[in-house]
Structures are given as structure tokens and as C-alpha cells.
């Protein structure tokens, strides 16, 4: 059976609490990684190479772009930012589940890409909802939050790009449904298709499986 | 957020075990219901109508097919047996969720019909335990397990036309799986896709502000 990791992007309007969602599921030990960005942006201090980012040049990064080598990138305050494939390739092809937080445009160019990718929005039940935490956070002026709510009203319209939707109602609520999606995504039929091999090999059962 | 049924098919390879990992689904109060077939045989004693079958003649029966009302039928023994969309519907419908424990080609003609259902290929993890349980009933001449054997070949190469392959290495794995598959398949995008009408209806938020 499927022994790789799953690329999972979670994904969903601003506010939907991402962040926390991910830090809480990175807690299940051995489970999860994260996938470590390239960017252009110079290092802050106490960041370290490969752990925080890979710190790239412009022309480098550039270079990265046209190779291929970028599962997704984006460009934010002049600076780049990129996921690069071939970490994550190698997280999951040693069985780790790579955990993907990019805004929606980006979410839908990795799946396009790499549609063995399970896309996930992380969504609030209402608007409503997103526009309280929103407020709640207190960090963001009211024409910033109608940005963010203006966005939340298209993102959503692109749900028929997504594999699941998953409600945050609570943190502990989200991340048992993202973990149970990550584990029955593993017995589908279309990661297993060298199944018939192993089924019809007589000579007993892999326990590697 | 989706609050129907799932419409399950289990099928595989005749010995998978399909029989007993059905009866312990059934055993979670409330969640699951069979489908009840048509028939054109004659009512043991016992049998209830509706119940245990709808009994029907075969004229009755050939109308039932002319309508389009059966999602799936077959003939055994001279008689035919056939799956009533009406009332896996309206099941459906109350939030049950309906198993179809059918055979291969059957199971893929309703998935042709009804995209919606989940199709799960449940089987044992090699061909030899196959072998190694049909030979256990005791009940099978070395004639028919070979032919079952030979069937089960070509069963596992219709592997792509399922959603999830599901081991029964212990019932009880088994029975755990298929009920995480189908809490998942509740979050997929493509049944909850009037969710963003829901997330938008709250009034007082002003998305075009």
C-alpha cells in the first residue's frame, strides 16, 4: 500500500487561522514537516540557512524559476518567495506528509502542477466569523479588513479547485479532520494502482506495505 | 456543510470478506443502512416484503429497468435482483448512509451512473490469502475457487475505476477505515459546494465595502 507522504496546501481566506491549524498538526510527532521557502530577502538575524529559508540571490532565484525547480512562488514587499520541489519530493518520498500554507492562487498553481496534491480550504463557517477575528486580532485598519473580506468573497467562489473544505470552528476540531483526510487520502484507489502487483506476487504478504 | 448520506459500494474479490466487514458496519447505531433489493424470486418463508426484498414479477421487473428505476441489476439462477434508486435516494437523503455490497462489474456501473458514490475495492492483501480463505469455508469445490481465483486477476487490474482500495487484514482495521473514508468524504469540495453561498449569507458584513 501508498507508503509515500501526501503534499497537503492548506489554504483558505486570510484569517481562517492557518497558522495556528499548522502549528498544531506539526505537533503530531514524525507526522508532518513543513516545506522551508527560498527567498530572496536577506537574512534576519538569529535566521539560519536551510532551516528558516534557503537565501537566494535575485539572479539565483531567478535561475530556479526558469529550471523549474519551483513547485510555486510569489513575489511580496520586492521580494521573492518560493517552494522548492526538490525538498519537498524528498520529504515524501521518506514518508513525511509536507505541509504546505500558501494563499489560494498559489495553492491552485502547485495543484495543477502536482495533482496528487491535496488541496484544503480552511475556511470559518460565515464571513461573518472571518470579519470577528479579523477585528479580534486588532493589528489591521478597517480598509485592510475589507480588503481581506473582499478576497475571502472570491477565494471562495474557487472551491470547485479544492479536494476538501474544512471548517475551523474550533483548532482541535480542524486538525482531527485534516489528519483523518490525510489518512484515508492514502487508501485511494489512484495512489495504490501498483496494488494489483503486490496482490497477485504469491509470495506473501510485504510487511513493508 | 454536506449533511446527506454517502452511498457506499463495497465490493472485491468474492472471499474478501465483504459479508462480515458489511455486518459490523451495520452494527453503528444509526449510520449506516443495506439496500434493499428488487427481486423476481419467490419469497422464502419468512421473508417480508420491503424488508427482506420487494418481490416483483418478472414483467414487473423489465418495467423497472425500461424506467431507468434500478441503479444497478443482474441475473442469478434465472432470477434477477436489482438495486432500487428510489430508495437508496431517499435514504440518502435522511443523512443514511446506504451500502451496496455488490460485485465488480455491478459496482462500476453504478459509480457510471452516480458519480457521488464511494467506491471501495476491499480485498485481502495478497492472492494467496484469497486462495488461502476461500480454501478455509470448506464449502467450494478446487473448480470453483480456481475460477474465483482467475476472477479476482482481473477484478484487481479494474483497480483505477474505484476511489479507495481498503485492506481487510482484520475486520475490525477494516471497519475503521471505510468509517474514516466516509466522515472524509463529507469535507470534499465537490459535495459541499454551495458552501460558499452559506459562508456568504450572514448579513451585516459589507463585502463590497
Given at each position: 500500500m501508498y507508503n509515500k507522504g501526501i503534499l497537503l496546501i492548506i489554504s483558505g481566506p486570510?484569517?481562517?487561522?492557518k497558522g495556528t491549524v499548522v502549528k498544531e498538526l506539526l505537533?503530531?510527532?514524525?507526522k508532518y514537516c513543513l516545506s522551508t521557502s527560498v527567498t530572496t530577502r536577506a537574512p534576519r538575524p538569529g535566521e539560519e540557512e536551510g532551516v528558516s529559508y534557503y537565501f537566494r540571490t535575485e539572479k539565483e532565484f531567478k535561475k530556479l524559476i526558469e529550471n523549474g525547480s519551483l513547485l510555486e512562488y510569489a513575489i511580496f514587499c520586492g521580494n521573492f518567495y518560493g517552494t522548492p520541489t526538490k525538498y519537498v519530493e524528498q520529504q515524501l518520498s521518506e514518508g513525511k506528509n509536507v505541509i504546505l500554507e500558501i494563499e489560494v492562487q498559489g495553492a491552485i498553481q502547485v495543484k495543477e502542477k502536482y495533482p496528487d496534491a491535496v488541496l484544503i480550504f480552511l475556511t470559518p463557517e460565515t464571513i461573518q466569523d472571518l470579519q470577528d477575528r479579523l477585528r479580534g486580532r486588532?493589528?489591521?485598519?478597517d480598509e485592510v479588513i475589507n480588503m481581506r473580506l473582499r478576497r475571502a468573497r472570491e477565494e471562495v467562489?474557487?472551491?470547485?479547485?479544492?479536494d476538501y473544505v474544512v471548517l475551523n470552528d474550533l483548532v482541535r476540531n480542524a486538525t482531527e479532520r485534516i489528519n483523518a483526510i490525510v489518512e484515508t487520502e492514502k487508501f485511494r484507489a489512484a495512489r495504490n494502482l501498483d496494488f494489483s502487483e503486490q496482490f497477485l506476487s504469491k509470495k506473501g504478504v510485504d510487511t513493508n506495505a
Open positions: 486570510s484569517g481562517a487561522g505537533k503530531e510527532e514524525g486588532a493589528t489591521e485598519t467562489g474557487l472551491l470547485n479547485k479544492y
